[in-house]
């Protein structure tokens, strides 16, 4: 794990979406979307990216200047730093979900931590697909475990990580692979208000705001080419 135990957001969020033993990500769920918005979301919560309102329009614009120190976090500050007209957040989360690999590096990136393994699956014996079983189940347990905190209890005590993970999950189906349909339901109300931003300061409000209207219009983009990991 590294130094301070945490994982980034789309790793996050591709852990929710990975079958635990099967390794493969959970039939109907788009990834890439839901983790194009976990990246914006991360770079915003570091301080790395900020949000410039201008009219009715919102544009991701570089912040301090420092890469987070990640190749893929990098990689998505460096395409935003570089880009020459501002760009709202609907097109950078386009942007990152169509990066080459995205689940794969992401996952590459888990199982350099010791949370997943990279193996190779045969199908119909003719053809092979990169899959990636988890080895190392605590992450995971502890995720879920924040997601239940905040969900099934009336806390205020929420951390802004966790908001933004709930409000891309919430989107995107995955509270359904972690918990059951019928105890959801009964927090309905309580899951659309953590989503929404109602529990915590204006400007991570905003922050969710701005990646729940990106990820929406995300979802709508042509499906992409399966890879083997699906």
């Known amino acids: 794990m590294r130094a301070d135990g945490q994982l980034y957001l789309h790793?996050?969020?591709l852990l929710l979406a990975l079958q635990d033993e099967r390794g493969t990500v959970v039939f109907g769920v788009m990834c890439e979307q839901v983790m194009g918005g976990?990246?914006?979301?991360?770079?915003?919560?570091?301080?790395?990216?900020?949000?410039?309102q201008s009219g009715r329009k919102q544009y991701v614009l570089p912040a301090d200047g420092e890469f987070p120190g990640d190749p893929l976090l990098?990689?998505?500050?460096?395409?935003?730093?570089?880009?020459?007209?501002?760009?709202?957040?609907?097109?950078?989360?386009?942007?990152?979900?169509?990066?080459?690999?995205?689940?794969?590096r992401t996952a590459r990136s888990l199982c350099r931590l010791g949370v997943l393994r990279e193996d190779e699956e045969q199908i119909l014996l003719i053809f092979s697909r990169k899959v990636y079983?988890?080895?190392?189940?605590l992450p995971e347990r502890e995720?879920?475990?924040?997601?239940?905190?905040?969900?099934?209890?009336d806390t205020t005590d929420l951390d802004p990580r966790t908001i933004v993970l709930i409000a891309l999950a919430e989107g995107a189906g995955l509270l359904n692979a972690a918990f059951d349909r019928r105890e959801l339901k009964s927090r309905k109300s309580r899951i659309k208000m953590i989503?929404?931003?109602?529990?915590?300061?204006?400007?991570?409000?905003?922050?969710?705001?701005?990646?729940?209207?990106?990820?929406?219009?995300?979802a709508f983009m042509p499906m992409m080419t399966m890879t083997t990991f699906n």
């Not at 990689?75 to 990152?96: G, S």
């Open 38 to 52: 976990a990246i914006l979301a991360e770079l915003l919560l570091q301080g790395k990216v900020i949000l410039e």
């Open 143 to 153: 995720i879920i475990e924040r997601l239940r905190q905040a969900i099934f209890t």
């Open 11 to 13: 790793e996050e969020v």
């Open 74 to 104: 990098d990689e998505c500050l460096a395409m935003i730093d570089d880009e020459k007209r501002k760009t709202t957040p609907q097109k950078w989360v386009a942007r990152f979900a169509g990066i080459k690999e995205l689940k794969h």
């Open 195 to 218: 989503a929404e931003g109602n529990v915590i300061g204006r400007a991570t409000q905003e922050v969710i705001q701005s990646i729940q209207a990106a990820a929406a219009i995300a």
């Open 133 to 137: 079983p988890e080895v190392n189940s």
